[in-house]
Nanobody, 111 residues
Framework: QVRLLDSGGGSVQAGGSLRLSCAVS????????ASWYRQAPGKEREFVAR???????TYADSVKDRFTISWNNGKSTVDLLMNNLKPEDTAMYYC?????WGQGTQVTVSN
């Protein structure tokens, strides 16, 4: 069974940075790529970023130029570097690969 483990969330002030990590097997990653989604309270889960193979990436407009998704082959993780965080980025962040989801990691951004 595929298992994804999300980590790296926390609380920061607006303008700060966080790096999220999703541990996923390299076999799963190379076959399906991986994505990050987020869900704020009272809202639907939304797409944030996706990476396939070496570096083919896609971003939601709301995070473009602030977030960077990458594959760390040595650690077998999909990382999401989040810069210039805004209060509206506050949400539970989930990693997804194939049809499997991580357990989520909370990101809270305050003014």
């Amino acid at each position: 069974q595929v298992r994804l483990l999300d980590s790296g969330g926390g609380s920061v002030q607006a303008g700060g940075s966080l790096r999220l990590s999703c541990a996923v097997s390299s076999v799963t990653y190379w076959n399906y790529g991986a994505s990050w989604y987020r869900q704020a309270p009272g809202k639907e889960r939304e797409f944030v970023a996706r990476i396939v193979r070496f570096s083919a990436t896609t971003y939601a407009d709301s995070v473009k130029d602030r977030f960077t998704i990458s594959w760390n082959n040595g650690k077998s993780t999909v990382d999401l570097l989040m810069n210039n965080l805004k209060p509206e980025d506050t949400a539970m962040y989930y990693c997804k690969s194939s049809d499997y989801w991580g357990q989520g990691t909370q990101v809270t951004v305050s003014n």
